[in-house]
C-alpha cells in the first residue's frame, strides 16, 4: 500500500530550509546569495505579508499592517496560506521544489503547523548577530526602506518579539540537531563563505 501522505508536499520532492534570526540579521540579503548560487527559490515571509498588505481588495490589509507596525506575529493561517500558495505557484511555474523561506516560523504554533501541513523543512539556517549591530543596520536601512517597522519604537518591539516568541522556535529545531548557526556579525561576503560551507555540505 502507499504511504499515506499527509503534507501539501512531499519531503523528497520538495526541499525547504528555514532561514531565521533577529530583525536585521542578514536573512534577506543572504539568501539573495544562495539563491543565485544554489537554485532555490527565495520565499521571505515578510515580503509576502507586505505585498498581501498592499493588494488592493486584500480583506487582511489593516491587519498586516498594525501587526508589522507593532512588530507582532500575524495570525499563522495569514502566513501559512501565502507561503504555501507561493511555494504551489512556483513549482507550476516550472520551479524545481527547493525554497528558502525566509523569516518563518517565528512561533512555535506555525512551526508545528507548517510541518504538520505543508512539509517538513530539511533544516534551520540561523544567523546570530549583537542587538547593537541589529539596531545600527536597522536604523541605517530606515532612512531609505520605507518600511513602517525601520523606525525606534518598531525596531525595540521587534527585537523583544524576537527574544520571547521567535528564540523559543530555534531552540525547538535544535533539540531536534537541525540548527545550522552562523555569526552574522561580519561582513556580507565573511558571512556567505560560512554560508556556502552549510549549503556545499548539506549536497542541495
Ligand atoms: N546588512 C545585511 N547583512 C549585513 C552585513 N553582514 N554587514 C553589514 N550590513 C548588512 O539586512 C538588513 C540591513 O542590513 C540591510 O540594509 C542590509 O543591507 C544590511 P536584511 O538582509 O534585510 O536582514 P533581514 O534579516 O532580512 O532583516 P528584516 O528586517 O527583513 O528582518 P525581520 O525579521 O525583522 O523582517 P521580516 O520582513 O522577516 O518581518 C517583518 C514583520 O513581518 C515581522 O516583524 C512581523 O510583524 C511580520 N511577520 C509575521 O507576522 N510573520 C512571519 O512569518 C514573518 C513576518
Ligand atoms: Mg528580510
Do not use: W
Not at 539568501?31 to 481588495?57: M, P, T, W
Amino acid at each position: 500500500m502507499a504511504p499515506i501522505t499527509t503534507t501539501t508536499f512531499d519531503p523528497k520532492e520538495v526541499t525547504v530550509v528555514f532561514v531565521l534570526g533577529g530583525p536585521g540579521a542578514g536573512k534577506g540579503t543572504q539568501c539573495g546569495n544562495i539563491k543565485r548560487d544554489y537554485d532555490f527559490v527565495h520565499l521571505s515571509a515578510g515580503d509576502l505579508l507586505r505585498d498581501e498588505q498592499k493588494r488592493e481588495g486584500s480583506k487582511y490589509g489593516e491587519l498586516i499592517q498594525s501587526y508589522i507596525r507593532d512588530g507582532l506575529i500575524v495570525p499563522m493561517e495569514v502566513t501559512i496560506a501565502l507561503l504555501e500558495a507561493a511555494m504551489k505557484e512556483s513549482i507550476e511555474q516550472g520551479n524545481k521544489g527547493r525554497f528558502l523561506i525566509d523569516g518563518f516560523p517565528r512561533k512555535m504554533d506555525q512551526a508545528i503547523k507548517f510541518e504538520e501541513s505543508v512539509v517538513e523543512s530539511k533544516f534551520v539556517l540561523y544567523f546570530t548577530c549583537s542587538e547593537e549591530t541589529l539596531l545600527d543596520r536597522l536604523l541605517k536601512r530606515g532612512e531609505s526602506s520605507g518600511r513602517i517597522d525601520d523606525n525606534i519604537e518598531s525596531i525595540k518591539k521587534r527585537f523583544q518579539v524576537f527574544k520571547e516568541t521567535s528564540y523559543p522556535v530555534i531552540e525547538a529545531f535544535e533539540a531536534k540537531n537541525k540548527v545550522r548557526q552562523i555569526n552574522s556579525d561580519k561582513p556580507i561576503d565573511d558571512v556567505y563563505d560560512d554560508v556556502k560551507k552549510i549549503f556545499d555540505e548539506a549536497l542541495l
